[in-house]
């Protein structure tokens, strides 16, 4: 008796002490034993805790990336429906090339605007690396070369909303950088705030950026378009003609 005793208190002391152990962690089964949704609401959190929402100049930024393609399409609509500024100017090239300063001032002040918010607020540990710092930078190079290719490619009247004032190019522009990617002039600009939101480990910098991509985004779906149906008068008219 007492021997079967003895031995029942071992298997029961054995079987315990098994219960206790946690399974090892395999390859596969054992990555069900975390819980990935608790990082990931711990990062989120630690994430928004370094954004001041109710900060000035982030408002500011916001309302600049926001009424920036707003204005340029309420006034190049309103000068292809009118010839307003034409009339005013008294020529559609000098009209153009007014609207496309003022559009170059609206961009530098927007610029700034998300510059002075990122030096202000708080910088995330996660960010400050150097394999981040590098890729930001390659951003910029690439945002840089889009924005300039385009440039160059589509002209000054060309990129700054000319068909609205009737100069409208010859053909569609289907080289470098409209090759690789259509609308490079608002994506190159992306990239470069996704950059220098990176190089200064700025998360106000990402919300930011993401602002801008949606912007871009809404504005793209109203101008393509509008400027698909303007070329498509002026080849109707030729076909009259």
């Known amino acids: 008796m007492s021997d079967s005793r003895a031995a029942a208190e071992r298997n029961k002391q054995r079987t315990a002490e098994q219960s206790n152990q946690r399974a090892p962690l395999d390859c596969c089964g054992g990555l069900n034993n975390v819980d990935y949704s608790k ?14 929402f109710h900060d000035p100049g982030f408002c500011i930024a916001v309302i600049a990336i926001v009424f920036n393609p707003l204005f340029w399409n309420v ?10 500024l034409t009339k005013l100017f008294g020529s559609s090239y000098l009209a153009c090339c007014s609207l496309g300063l003022v559009i170059i ?9 998300i510059t002075v918010v990122m030096k202000n607020q708080a910088r995330w540990e996660l960010l400050e690396r150097t394999d981040v710092f590098y890729f930001g930078v390659s951003l910029i190079v690439l945002g840089t070369v889009l924005v ?5 490619a589509l002209g000054f009247t060309g990129t700054f909303l000319g068909d609205y004032f009737g100069i409208l ?4 522009v289907t080289g470098f950088p409209f090759s690789v990617i259509e ?12 950059g220098l939101a990176l190089i200064g480990a700025s998360p106000v910098g990402l919300i930011l950026t993401a602002i801008v991509a949606l912007a871009y985004k809404v504005a793209i779906r109203y101008e393509g378009p509008f400027t698909e149906q303007i070329y498509l008068q002026r080849n109707q008219r030729c076909k009259h003609e």
């Open 39 to 52: 990082m990931d609401l711990m990062l989120i959190k630690e994430f928004i805790k370094l954004i001041n």
């Open 75 to 84: 006034v190049a609509r309103w000068e292809h429906r009118t010839r307003g």
């Open 105 to 113: 001032l609206l961009n530098v002040f927007r610029s700034h605007s």
């Open 148 to 152: 300039v290719s385009s440039f160059l």
């Open 169 to 172: 190019m010859d053909e569609k």
């Open 183 to 194: 609308n490079p002039m608002y994506w190159g600009s992306t990239a470069n705030y996704f």
